[in-house]
């Protein structure tokens, strides 16, 4: 008999936070620690999917990264982990856009010196309705909610991801090459630990 969703071969069950981090850990993590390439390489792949996550081009971040690493190699030399680059465009997801767009709105209004509309809650209200309306069907929904952050959040939104997805590749680059170096010196220690 083979295990159900949630379980392993032993039976247990994993709750649904479990489950989460498991994912979390198979999708970013294990790339990470399986890499061949120098700490560097894997980072500036970690850095490189990070900045793209950041952008508000949702649906296109995967084929940003293939671009950009197809270039990056081509005209000027410069290589990183396009496996990890992909991976780490799935930090925004469908679940944290909404969020990101209006973070990315609410930057874009600060750097503007807008501030008299800085919720922008009248856009956000009509994004949710698009986004929970049961009778758009999902091209429909799809272009409605373009139209909608085009025509009310166009140039905030637009300039408000420059600083996140700068900030977020610049971390991205030093946590995830400061966790490749300690993985890789533990794991040394734990080989010679063994042989000596």
Request: charged share 15%.
């Amino acid at each position: 008999m083979s295990p159900t969703r949630g379980e392993i071969g032993n039976g247990r069950s994993f709750t649904l936070l479990e489950r989460a981090g498991r994912l979390l850990r198979y999708r970013f993590q294990i790339p990470l620690k399986r890499s061949r390439h120098s700490p560097e390489h894997t980072a500036r792949g970690v850095a490189v999917g990070t900045a793209w996550a950041m952008t508000p081009i949702f649906g296109a971040q995967m084929a940003a990264v293939l671009i950009t690493w197809v270039i990056a190699r081509k005209f000027f030399k410069w290589d990183f982990s396009l496996i990890n680059g992909l991976a780490w465009t799935w930090t925004t997801n469908v679940f944290t856009l909404l969020p990101s767009f209006y973070v990315f709105y609410v930057t874009g209004q600060v750097m503007m010196g807008q501030f008299e509309n800085l919720g922008g809650q009248e856009t956000f209200d009509k994004l949710s309705a698009i986004f929970n309306d049961p009778k758009l069907t999902g091209i429909e929904a799809a272009s409605d909610w373009i139209a909608t952050i085009a025509s009310d959040w166009g140039l905030p939104l637009c300039i408000g991801w420059v600083p996140w997805s700068a900030l977020s590749a610049w971390a991205a680059y030093r946590l995830s090459l400061n966790f490749v170096i300690a993985y890789r010196k533990r794991r040394a220690g734990r080989i010679n630990g063994v042989r000596s």
